[in-house]
């Protein structure tokens, strides 16, 4: 039977995605990303020369800055500055500008939901727009389990707060004819199955876990194909958008 949700969605639909790309001019990238009324605004500076004590001096550094909408950031935005700087250090080529740093700046304009994985996705946008060499594309999702055991894929604020775990899954995309040409160069470390992030949260059994993976990578493609529209060069139209 298909369980029909709040606002009328699918389990496996997501909301309305949208992307624009050099949104602020004084960054040396940027991009926002929406899904539905979750929506980020991640800004690039960088390479900067030097790195931070404790960083690889051999390698680029990644730095990751956290803003929330309104108040002080807390231990939920730490945790999502460590999650979102460990997955772009793995897409990134780090080798090629070592002993410089790299701001990303995540600005949290609203959360309706699913709000890591809709920064992952506009810190990716970022990177490219920034000429940042990656090893591929990246994107993510949120894939939430009910009490009774039904998995939805990107929960809004109020599904949120009635699902008992979550699962935030980073999928690696090959395609790399969007990126930097020197990108292409280097091969990347190896992904275990097919994933480059997964934490989850809450109380979810193995097979909870293993529906999740199974409809993340699903719908990946649809955000994949998504992303890389919105990274090919730019045409009259600044933004797009797809329901």
Known sequence: MEIERPDGRSPNQLRP????????HRAHGSASWAQGDTKVVAAIYGPKSG??????????????VWKPKTGQIGKAEREYEMILKRTLESICIRSIYPN??????????????????????????ALVDAGIPLRHLA????????????????????????MKAFSYLVFPNSNVSVLPERSSQEGGEPT???????VTHGAMSVDDYLHCLERGRAVSARL??????????????ESS???
């Open 17 to 24: 995605l949208a992307c624009s790309r050099s949104v602020l």
């Open 51 to 64: 790195t931070r004590k404790n960083e690889n001096p051999e390698k680029a550094s990644i730095e990751v």
């Open 100 to 125: 410089t740093t790299t701001s990303v700046i995540v600005q949290v304009i609203h959360d309706d939901g699913a709000l890591l994985p809709c920064a992952i996705n506009a810190a990716c946008a």
């Open 139 to 162: 994107v993510a999702i949120c894939c939430s389990v009910a009490d009774d055991g039904y998995i939805f894929l990107d929960p809004n604020k109020q599904e949120e707060e009635k």
């Open 192 to 198: 275990a199955h097919g994933i480059i992030t997964s």
């Open 224 to 237: 994949s194909e998504f992303l890389r529209k919105n990274l090919e060069p730019k045409s009259s139209s």
């Open 241 to 243: 958008r797809a329901g």
